[in-house]
């Protein structure tokens, strides 16, 4: 039974965890980054094409304490690396190290590098290997001491779901927004709103998610070429998950002031096939106003960092927290910023707050309204 290694941004790891439990995986384990679970060879299917918030699957080929460069490569060495990596296959090395005694990333990557060539070298009867067939991403970790070899299964990562063709400034990665949307306990029953849509990553992964419909369905995956695993696998696993698709009606929506962005957003909506779903439109997030009792508002302001100066970002979202105050207390808004007096500037505190990193900025996501 293999195992399986999880990486995730920080803060997603327990919704990851939720995720990978829901599939059926055993033994889920949630790490900081990442979540660590066990399964049979057809989960690599599975994993990857129902993932929303997940960066990437890889398969577990070896774990081995090392404080000593001698041990990393002895460990990797003792890998069986020929039933994995063909004799013209290219295999580079990716990887990192936590609190661990080899604390150089390049001097392990190079150890392990030279520790597969070695047993490759041996088992093919080659002095040097071509590296000019498939590829095989080999990835390490060492926290702790503790090394984890993997090989990488999904490719380009999960966040990466084939629909964002062209995007625009500080979008939002596809895993985050999903996390926000499912953060809200968003379930399709309500209007959920982005007025600061940009490229739409919100509304897309809200739709997707109402409709249940897993986020891996249109791309490929590096595993898919992998000849150890049944070719059925995938299909399986497309089958699965189209049949647990829901075929409701929703009320999605998305604003932005700029109509380049509106245009990039319904185009994206369209490679995604939830255009039937989710309604775009050049909106001013401070007018935002919506009919109705319930709903949702996910979002993701500019911060005052990448897009616009940070006293320009503190007049929007007072304005913008004025236009929320409108709306009626059975609402929930939450609005992801990276701003520290973000608080402030809205008007209100926060009933709630969700650490989360936005590739390397740390931001908070806010709560607001009946949660
Ligand atoms: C951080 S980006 C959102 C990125 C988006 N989540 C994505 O994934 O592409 C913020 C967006 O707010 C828009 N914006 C700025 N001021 C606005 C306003 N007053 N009303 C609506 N949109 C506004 C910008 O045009 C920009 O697209």
């Known amino acids: 039974m293999p195992d399986f290694v999880i990486p995730c941004l920080l803060g997603l790891e ?134 984890t070899i993997g090989l990488d299964a999904s490719g380009e990562g999960l966040y990466k779901r084939g629909y964002r063709a062209v995007g625009v400034q500080a979008p939002l990665r596809e895993t985050l927004a999903a996390a926000m949307v499912l953060l809200t306990k968003y379930r399709g029953l309500d209007p959920l709103c982005d007025p600061f849509c940009g490229s739409g990553t919100i509304a897309i992964e809200a739709a997707l998610i109402a409709k249940n419909r897993a986020p ?3 791309r490929s995956f590096a595993a898919q070429s992998w000849t150890q695993l049944d070719r059925r696998i995938w299909l399986d696993a497309a089958d699965e998950a189209m049949d647990k698709e829901f075929h409701g009606e929703y009320e999605i929506w998305g604003g932005d002031l700029d109509p380049a962005a509106v245009e990039i957003a ?51 979202y007072r304005a913008f927290g004025r236009a929320m105050e409108k709306l009626p207390e059975t609402w929930r808004v939450a609005v992801l910023s990276s701003h520290t007096e973000f608080e402030r500037s809205f008007g209100r505190a926060a009933v709630k707050k969700r650490k989360l990193y936005n590739g390397m900025i740390k931001c908070d996501l806010f709560f607001y309204g009946k949660q």
Not at 267 to 288: K, Q
Not at 296 to 301: A, I, L, S, W
């Open 14 to 147: 327990k919704l990851v965890g939720d995720e990978v439990k829901k599939l059926g995986l055993a033994d889920v384990r949630v790490e900081n980054g990442r979540v660590l679970c066990h399964g049979a060879a057809a989960d690599i299917a599975r994993l990857n094409v129902n993932l929303r918030c997940g960066a990437r699957v890889l398969l577990v080929l070896g774990t081995f304490r090392a404080t000593e460069f001698e041990a990393l490569f002895q460990g990797v060495k003792g890998i069986a690396w020929e039933d994995w990596i063909g004799r013209d296959d290219a295999f580079p090395v990716a990887g990192y190290s936590i609190n661990s005694t080899l604390h150089s990333v390049p001097a392990c990557q190079s150890i392990v590098k030279k520790a597969v060539c070695d047993r490759l070298g041996g088992k093919y009867g080659l002095q040097t290997l071509p590296e000019t067939g498939a590829r095989k991403q080999i990835r390490f970790s060492i926290m702790k001491d503790e090394v």
């Open 216 to 218: 891996g369905l249109n």
């Open 266 to 316: 319904r185009h994206n909506a369209i490679l995604a096939e939830v255009d039937d779903t989710v309604r775009f439109a050049v909106a001013d997030a401070t007018r935002f106003h919506w009919g109705g009792q319930y709903g949702r508002v996910v979002t993701n302001p500019p911060y005052g960092e990448r897009l616009m100066e940070r006293r320009e970002a503190e007049a929007l």
